[in-house]
């Protein structure tokens, strides 16, 4: 199928493009990678009168250390991350999703502010965003608004962006040092959307217990969750076959999944459990839990 007609803008600068959003009402959409929005046009689930591109605004590139987290610009690239030594040194979990976004030529134009805006449930980096506490930064019309990554998203496709509102950038704070972390992810074949994924980050103390917990999870419920019950059931306790119980049943009551033609709701609740265990025992090893 071919897209439909639609006029194309290609601003220089973040207030030119959040004013061609406005002035449009609704009627526009922001073209990024493209990855995601191409194929909507195509299959004529969008018809906007323009397509706005950010491709081309300086402010929104590249990936920078302040000392204190990694700030990433919107149109940054799934690779540009997958290649970056700041992401390698600060953020190996994130390093560790990435090769399972898709596929090569996804990676090669995706975009990270693309992939939030998006906001598929099944996708990786908007788990990750929950993970690691991101904080995005927004331009619109109105002026520019932070909003923490657990407030971001709404439900499947849907965020809490106004139609005349842009990703710019999201900042991501430096765990601390020591911290262990996993990744685990099903999908039936490389490349496809995963049918359950989680994520884990975990702190241990010198007294051989967790000091510290963060489990998200994804394509399980209508968008990415981070299982709060489930890091509160950790903390004080040694990661043990009885903590992993315990965490794994707040995380399978906590999600909602759907069924379709991949797999059932309930093998996805089962399946997300069992990868919950495998990112925290991981997690648990590279923080050194066993070694204390």
Do not use: C
Not at 88 to 95: K, S, W, Y
Not at 123 to 152: C, H, N, Q, T, V
Not at 258 to 266: G, M, P, T, V
């Amino acid at each position: 199928m071919k897209p439909p007609p639609v006029d194309y803008a290609a601003p220089a600068m973040v207030e030119e493009a959040v004013a061609l959003l406005a002035e449009h009402d609704g009627d526009a959409k922001v073209l990024a990678g493209g990855q995601s929005l191409i194929p909507m046009l195509n299959f004529r689930l969008l018809e906007p009168s323009i397509l706005v591109d950010i491709t081309r605004i300086p402010e929104l590139k590249g990936i920078r250390d302040d000392g204190e987290a990694m700030t990433v610009g919107a149109t940054t690239r799934y690779v540009e991350l997958r290649n970056s030594e700041l992401v390698r040194a600060r953020f190996p979990v994130l390093g560790a999703a990435l090769p399972h976004v898709a596929h090569l030529a996804i990676r090669n134009r995706g975009t990270l502010g693309g992939s939030l805006s998006h906001a598929d449930p099944a996708a990786e980096l908007p788990m990750m965003a929950l993970l690691l506490d991101a904080e995005l930064r927004i331009a619109g019309a109105r002026g520019a608004r932070r909003i923490a990554a657990e407030a971001f998203f709404l439900g499947p496709l849907a965020t809490d962006l106004a139609d005349d509102e842009i990703v710019v950038s999201v900042r991501f704070p430096y765990p601390a040092d020591g911290i262990g972390w996993g990744f685990a992810e099903t999908a039936r074949r490389h490349g496809d959307f995963a049918l359950a994924a989680a994520a884990a980050l975990i702190g241990v103390s010198g007294e051989h217990v967790v000091t510290e917990a963060r489990i998200a999870v994804m394509g399980v419920d209508e968008t990415p969750l981070r299982i709060a019950e489930a890091e509160r059931l950790l903390i004080g306790r040694r990661l043990d076959s009885d903590a992993l119980a315990d965490a794994v049943r707040a995380v399978r009551e906590a999600v909602t999944p759907d069924a379709d033609l991949q797999a059932s709701a309930e093998y996805r609740r089962h399946l997300v459990g069992v990868q919950v265990s495998r990112a925290l025992a991981q997690a648990w090893e590279r923080a050194g839990g066993d070694a204390r």
